[in-house]
């Protein structure tokens, strides 16, 4: 990976780095504090009358509150020192990789949070998956969780899969709120995964604040972000042959980068155009411009946490 997270012992020396003019951050990790409330927000929000996917951005919103309150019920107490120095003196690793990571109980915990808290409020013709979620043995949660973490979408069913993947998504956030250590980048490229986890992309913000202007990869399970420049593929790297496309004007706050080498595109969303964005929400909420990608002959490099492939 081409940026790697740096051991807790190794933060002085990174520190002094980090002074010098024109540091850009290469990861940021999700605050967690009001995350999920944000988003739930932001989500209700979006849901306006004239959104033809009103419907499912409201019950999106009710599983961001519900991951909200799972993640309170469900602090995680772990030490990550020793999974960061085994990672430290490895080549080609991510620390918390969703794919070989060994998984505890704890994201089992939270499902059943999730289920036990969505069950009175989601419409009635959900409750049935919930109910036959909630009778899954620990095996079978286990199997679907490898499934879905390996990208084998087809052998869960969609119904099931996003309260799954909302229960393994605060897991994951939870174990990367806990790394004792921060970030460095270092020559090479592949920054077309998350470098916590692994796992892909939901969308890029082109940041405000302290971050001006400074584009952000948004990870789909750990919720950590980070940098990839501007102008250039975020999945291929190329620079050749990129376009922006948009359903409303030039100075929309939501548009697609396509590349015409690999055939991709990715969304960005810009916090200049309007500050409350969520890569989560803000690109569930465009599926129209999708659906124009679509129609152009491009394929989506990203996955939204609330919709899995068929296949």
């Known amino acids: 990976m081409s940026i790697r997270i740096v051991p807790k012992e190794q933060l002085v020396k990174e520190r002094v780095n980090e002074r010098s003019a024109g540091f850009i951050p290469p990861l940021l990790f999700a605050n967690l504090k009001n995350l999920y409330q944000q988003r739930a927000e932001r989500l209700k929000t979006l849901a306006t009358e004239s959104n033809p996917f009103s419907s499912y951005l409201n019950f999106a919103a009710e599983i961001a509150q519900a991951q909200q309150k799972a993640l309170y019920d469900n602090p995680l107490d772990m030490e990550l020192d020793e999974l960061l120095r085994h990672y430290s003196q490895q080549e080609n690793l991510v620390p918390l990789d969703c794919k070989t990571l060994r998984r505890t109980q704890h994201w089992q915990n939270i499902l059943h949070s999730l289920i036990a808290e969505l069950l009175p409020a989601v419409p009635e013709h959900v409750k049935p998956a919930l109910e036959n979620l909630a009778k899954n043995s620990a095996q079978e949660l286990e199997e679907m969780a490898s499934a879905l973490l390996n990208n084998e979408f087809s052998r869960v069913s969609a119904d099931q899969a ?132 679509e129609e152009e002959g491009f394929a989506r490099s990203s996955l939204n946490p609330f919709l899995f492939p068929n296949e």
């Open 162 to 293: 996003v309260f799954v993947w909302a229960a393994l998504s605060v897991y994951w956030a939870q174990m990367a709120s806990l790394i004792p250590g921060k970030a460095r980048a270092e020559y090479g490229e592949h920054r077309q995964f998350c470098p916590v986890c692994g796992s892909m992309p939901v969308a890029s913000v082109v940041q405000i604040g302290t971050s001006q202007g400074l584009r952000y990869l948004h990870c789909n399970l750990c919720e950590s972000e980070w940098h990839v420049v501007r102008i250039k593929c975020s999945n291929c790297e190329q620079t050749r042959d990129l376009n922006y496309w948009s359903l409303e004007s030039e100075q929309a706050a939501i548009k697609a980068e396509s590349c015409g080498d690999c055939g991709s595109y990715l969304k960005i969303l810009y916090q200049e155009k309007d500050p409350n964005v969520d890569a989560v929400a803000d690109d569930l909420a465009s599926l129209i411009l999708d659906a124009k990608m």
